[in-house]
């Protein structure tokens, strides 16, 4: 089978073209809908505010606020989890209720659309759930007949209002303004909200998003048909957020300051007793610096072990000369032999052993001169004689008490030396008390300095306490002719181009479906020829 030949491109235009009343009227169609949809939607008034929220690590970190300053460090990211957390505040439930409740915000003036104060005046006490469209219509001497329509959450039956006097469904509080007396309004309409249908149309209505470029500036915006009430919204958001940082900060700055003095206090009381144990310590033991005293002692030690050395040898060399002098006296019957003591070093420089060398040496020059004229038997030559024997005898008791004195300091020095012994082993014991003791104080002493430090600038950051929201374009009433929503002109202009579109869709789709009949015709005949061939 020949397969079917594609029409060219005009013959399909063609085509096309003879069939366009449809797509024309359904384009024009279109267009209609959304230019009768553009001239009959209630416009929307956009308001909006920019804010400057700085970072509160800046106080904290200088090397970020110096880093913020740098011409793209936003983009790394620095910084904006705090932001984004900042614009959740923004967006969080607590400040739209406060705005609903504040602005009554639950109140709309439907009809005619446009400025809710230039009608009436609303206010909400407390949470209010009343849903109800309110029509108030103006009857005999200017008073308006007011009737509720799908009401629930509240009790109505109807009143009549006068300009200037106040209305009240449920916790909704309307009061009208006194200059609708001149006015020539026949009616309007007002629609009450449930707390919940209102606060998801605040939050569908307002926008909160930062600028571009990595800056910290956020933009608050909000879309009503009520451009006065747009205005309001944006301004109460601003202010309850930045009321809500303020009391934040400062109830942070004074729980921080309260904390930390308590804790001052609290390691100020422990570094007190630390204090006190150490000194305690260090009267007890009477000790100031151990490391000192103790190499004080050991000098004291080594000083009194080289005396005690000293006495030794002293004593075993005077102990060695006595027993040779006992040897050469032969038993005390040669007293001569005791003048060897005046030879000893310790004993020849004592005055007492000089006097008697001295004394010696005159009885014996005096005995010398009287034996040149006197015999033995004389009684001058032997009491000269027993004079010398007992001085001699007398430099012997003189050496033997010499010896017992050594042996006497040898014994004092040895027990002085046992005790310093003990006291020095006593030492580590001690250093380390007195070290635990030390590292107590100093570990309160630390972090007390720590502390009084955080403290102290704790009370400078709360002194020197700027804010951290700053507001840099206020939030204004828009202007009667600027519309954000819809705009006339760029609604048109989407509706002809969606025009355009349906029409060349509807064309071009029935071309397609149709298909081209002579070549329909075509196939069909060459089919019927090849069944009827053998």
Do not use: C
């Not at 005055?351 to 060398?357: E, G, N, P, R, S």
């Amino acid at each position: 089978m020949t397969p079917t030949p594609e029409p060219p491109l005009k013959q399909v235009l063609y085509r096309v073209q003879m069939r366009r009343t449809v797509p024309i009227v359904a384009g024009a169609l279109v267009f209609a809908l959304v230019a009768a949809w553009t001239l009959t939607a209630t416009p929307r008034y956009k308001s909006s505010a920019t804010l400057r929220i700085a970072s509160s690590a800046s106080a904290a970190s200088p090397l970020l606020d110096q880093l913020s300053s740098v011409p793209g460090i936003g983009l790394m990211g620095l910084g904006r989890d705090e932001l984004e957390t900042e614009i959740g505040v923004l967006r969080s439930k607590r400040i739209a209720e406060l705005v609903l409740d504040s602005l009554a915000f639950m109140v709309r003036l439907t009809k005619p659309a446009g400025v809710r104060d230039s009608i009436l005046t609303a206010r909400a006490q407390g949470a209010s759930d009343v849903q109800a469209t309110l029509k108030f219509v103006r009857a005999d001497k200017g008073a308006f007949v007011v009737t509720a329509e799908k009401l629930t959450g509240a009790e109505f039956s109807g009143a009549s209002v006068a300009p200037g006097d106040t209305v009240r469904v449920g916790n909704v509080v309307l009061t009208l303004d006194g200059s609708l007396a001149k006015r020539n309004l026949a009616e309007f309409e007002v629609q009450l909200l449930p707390r919940f249908k209102a606060l998801k149309r605040f939050n569908d209505l307002l926008d909160v998003r930062q600028q571009e470029g990595g800056s910290r500036l956020v933009e608050v915006a909000f879309e009503d048909a009520d451009r006065v009430q747009a205005a309001r919204a944006v301004a109460r958001v601003v202010t309850e957020y930045i009321a809500y940082t303020n009391v934040n900060d400062a109830t942070d700055d004074q729980f921080r300051t309260l904390e930390l003095g308590r804790a001052v206090d609290s390691v100020a009381k422990n570094l007190t007793r630390a204090e006190e144990r150490l000194k305690s310590f260090k009267e007890n033991q009477k000790i100031l610096i151990p490391d000192e005293q103790a190499t004080q002692q050991l000098k004291r030690i080594a000083l009194l072990r080289t005396q005690l050395d000293g006495l030794e040898v002293e004593h075993n060399a005077l102990s060695r000369m006595l027993k040779l002098i006992d040897t050469r006296s032969n038993g005390g019957r040669s007293p001569q032999a005791y003048r060897q003591l005046a030879t000893f070093p310790s004993l020849i420089a004592n005055k007492a052993i000089q006097d008697y060398l001295a004394t010696l040496v005159e009885l014996e020059n005096e005995r010398s001169t009287l034996g040149l004229r006197r015999t033995g038997d004389n009684e001058d030559m032997q009491q000269l004689t027993a004079r010398i024997t007992e001085l001699e005898q007398q430099l012997n008791r003189l050496g033997t008490q010499y010896e017992e004195n050594l042996e006497q300091q040898i014994d004092v020095a040895t027990q002085s030396v046992k005790v310093m012994a003990n006291d020095l082993d006593v030492f580590p014991r001690q250093e380390m008390e007195y070290v635990r003791l030390l590292r107590d104080r100093t570990i309160w002493n630390e972090g007390f300095i720590i502390l009084q430090k955080q403290l102290k600038q704790a009370e400078l950051s709360t002194a020197l306490r700027t804010e951290k929201v700053r507001v840099v374009d206020s939030a204004r009433v828009a202007n009667v002719k600027d519309v954000e929503f819809p705009k006339t002109g760029v609604q048109l202009l989407l509706g002809a181009i969606l025009a355009v579109a349906v029409g060349l869709t509807l064309a071009f789709g029935r071309e397609i479906l149709a298909g081209n009949p002579d070549q329909a015709n075509t196939s069909t005949s060459q089919n019927n020829g090849s069944e009827s061939a053998p």
